[in-house]
């Protein structure tokens, strides 16, 4: 087997202020990124990225797939290497973050007591395509497990570019490899549950139905794709072989789009809900105000900003009307890229980076270690006919979670309840609800002086 074509360490101009990847990377945006020594790695494009960081510099070598990195000269010094200017698009550099910051905390003093302690979070801008399966696979899920989920669809489904340090790379599998028959079957066994028939009818909905370029008429036209040419961000068809998706008129067709119509476009798809499809519309398709809505945006939303009422009498659903209502607040207050601003409070609002929300420990504080067992209990509720709602049927999501809060060893135990509006089911059909609990069990330990 010929070897891999790797490149030397290049590096782009750009302090942690404007990006920080330890945290962007992992805050629940992508979920193909490995950590393996200290380097971040993953395929974007036919070519697997390698990123590490210091203080000034992003750094970035690339290792091709040798088929690809074999030109017909045989000197990969001619091959055009366009990753420099992959990643300003992948890392949307072009916007300044610092100020936008600046921006958010003038306008919001909740942001700006948070924001500090995660400065460098940018929203990616990823393939439409694969922000859309991984988001579906997020429903009533966690971060790690999403991954997982992503891996296996890409080692069984993607085709294989590299190996770094014994741990293969293969790219994200296009709508016709997930369309294929027999996929739903094989991804119930891999552990996918009701989300393989989401995946596999989503994929065929796109690569049979709707057209792959569907995806890029829907996004932000001020936004290029990642690594589209000119020609595709237009998409010009010729006469004769043009694609409709499922609200697409001529007026639709000849409009440039918008965020609401990106919105409700991708609701007509299998498994999309009104979050998933915010998310979509957010890191994959370019739309900046679009803000998706969890159960941690919604535990925000009631926490921080008075959503769903005071005391005893708050409201632990989230309803299609409260869902806009929360949305067009945020909109209001942070403006036309209000979805970057909602990733710094959500990131701020895991559990994994509740150290990092505290900030440094000072000396004497006494922190708390906790040992965690999660269990998962999955019952079934009949969802009564929808009457006058029109058909909408709302998907609960319930989840403990462990609220970052200004100090570890406060952290306190929130139950949060969500609601995802599903597009389209049957009447008196049953939802699926998980609820994570988390046993744990505290020692009190001083820290070191």
Same mark, same amino acid.
């Given at each position: 087997m010929?070897s ?21 990377? =992992?805050?629940?945006?992508?979920? =193909?990124? %490995? ?11 036919? =070519? ?12 970035y070598?690339?290792t091709?797939p ?39 905390s003038?306008? &919001?003093?909740?942001?700006?007591? %948070? ?7 940018r929203?990616?801008?990823? &393939?439409?395509?694969?922000t859309?399966? /991984? ?6 899920n966690?971060?790690?497990r999403i ?6 669809l ?18 994200f599998?296009g ?5 294929g ?13 009701y ?22 008429r829907? =996004?932000?036209?001020?936004?290029p794709a ?25 007026? &639709? ?11 409700e ?8 809900g ?45 309803n ?11 909109r ?8 970057w ?5 959500f990131?701020a ?11 440094v420990?000072?000396?004497? $504080? $006494?922190k ?11 019952t ?6 929808p009457g006058?709602?029109k058909?909408?049927? $709302? ?14 060893a406060?952290s ?7 609601a995802? $509006?599903i597009?389209?089911?049957?009447p ?13 069990? /505290? ?6 002086v």
């Amino acid at each position: 087997m010929a070897s891999q074509k790797v490149t030397e360490w290049r590096k782009l101009p750009v302090s942690l202020a404007e990006l920080c990847i330890e945290t962007t990377l =992992r805050c629940g945006q992508s979920f =193909r990124w %490995r950590k393996i020594n200290e380097q971040w790695h993953c395929v974007l494009k036919g =070519r697997l990225i390698s990123l590490k960081q210091d203080p000034t510099h992003l750094h970035y070598k690339v290792t091709w797939p040798t088929c690809t990195a074999t030109p017909k000269n045989e000197h990969p010094q001619d091959f055009e290497d366009d990753t420099s200017v992959l990643l300003h698009n992948y890392f949307a550099l072009s916007h300044s973050l610092t100020t936008l910051y600046a921006q958010w905390s003038l306008s &919001d003093a909740n942001f700006a007591r %948070r924001a500090p302690a995660f400065t460098g979070i940018r929203i990616l801008n990823q &393939d439409a395509w694969e922000t859309l399966i /991984s988001f579906i696979c997020s429903s009533n899920n966690n971060i790690s497990r999403i991954s997982q989920m992503v891996l296996k669809l890409c080692t069984h489904y993607g085709p294989y570019v590299a190996t770094v340090e014994g741990e293969a790379f293969h790219d994200f599998p296009g709508p016709e490899a997930l369309a294929g028959e027999g996929v739903e079957a094989h991804l119930r066994e891999l552990g996918f549950g009701y989300r393989a028939k989401y995946i596999a009818e989503t994929a065929g909905c796109v690569a049979q139905v709707y057209g792959e370029r569907w995806l890029l008429r829907l =996004r932000n036209p001020g936004v290029p794709a990642l690594g589209a040419a000119e020609e595709d961000i237009s998409v010009k068809k010729e006469e004769g072989t043009e694609e409709k998706g499922p609200v697409e008129s001529k007026a &639709d067709l000849d409009n440039p789009p918008t965020y609401q119509k990106a919105h409700e476009a991708l609701l007509t798809l299998p498994g999309v809900g009104p979050k998933v499809s915010d998310c979509v519309c957010l890191m994959g398709l370019g739309w900046g105000e679009s803000v998706p809505i969890d159960t941690h945006v919604w535990q925000i939303a009631q926490r921080d900003y008075n959503f769903g009422g005071k005391g005893s009498a708050k409201t632990k659903t989230l309803n299609k009307t409260m869902y806009e209502a929360v949305g067009d607040h945020f909109r209001k207050i942070w403006g036309p890229q209000a979805g970057w601003a909602q990733s710094v409070l959500f990131t701020a609002n895991l559990k994994s980076f509740s150290e990092q929300a505290a900030g440094v420990a000072k000396k004497g $504080v $006494v922190k708390v270690e906790e040992e965690s067992k999660e269990e998962m209990v999955t019952t079934a509720k009949a969802v009564p006919k929808p009457g006058k709602n029109k058909g909408v049927v $709302v998907k609960i999501e319930e989840s403990e979670e462990m609220a970052a809060t200004t100090s570890v060893a406060m952290s306190r135990k929130r139950k949060t309840v969500a609601a995802e $509006v599903i597009p389209k089911a049957e009447p008196d059909a049953t939802v699926q609800t998980t609820t994570t609990r988390t046993l744990r069990s /505290s020692k009190r330990i001083k820290s070191q002086v």
